[in-house]
């Protein structure tokens, strides 16, 4: 069993920067972040390869060139930083797992372990 636990989110104006962090008490294959706002589904918004150091990265077209995934091998970690924010970026902020590689974003349905979550809110 893996845990994943967020931290890290808050209010922000727009234009602000924040980060999540996950902390999980091992590595899985692939870890993501994604992120439902209220009345929308769950949609994903990175994806790191943690099988690896330096693993590939993969990002929502909505977060190209303004958030940015990584991981950090010896505390376990996985951070989201997120610059540029936009109130669009508002939303609850999940933290996944999967033993599998990432090879891409791929769907909720794809990861095994969730954390409960960190809400990130974006104001005009």
């Known amino acids: 069993q893996v845990h994943l636990v967020e931290s890290g989110g808050g209010s922000v104006q727009a234009g602000g920067s924040l980060r999540v962090s996950c902390a999980a008490s091992r590595f899985m294959g692939c870890m993501a972040w994604f992120r439902q706002a209220p009345g929308k589904e769950r949609e994903g918004v990175a994806a790191?390869?943690?099988?690896?150091?330096?693993?590939?990265?993969y990002y929502a077209d909505s977060a190209k060139g303004r958030f940015t995934i990584s991981q950090d091998h010896v505390k376990n970690m996985v951070y989201l930083q997120m610059s540029s924010l936009k109130p669009e970026d508002t939303a609850l902020y999940y933290c996944?797992?999967?033993?599998?590689?990432?090879?891409?974003?791929?769907?909720?349905?794809?990861?095994?372990?969730w954390g409960q979550g960190t809400q990130v809110t974006v104001s005009s």
């Open positions: 996944a797992a999967s033993e599998n590689l990432c090879f891409g974003l791929r769907r909720a349905n794809d990861y095994t372990h």
């Open positions: 790191i390869t943690t099988a690896i150091i330096n693993g590939p990265t």
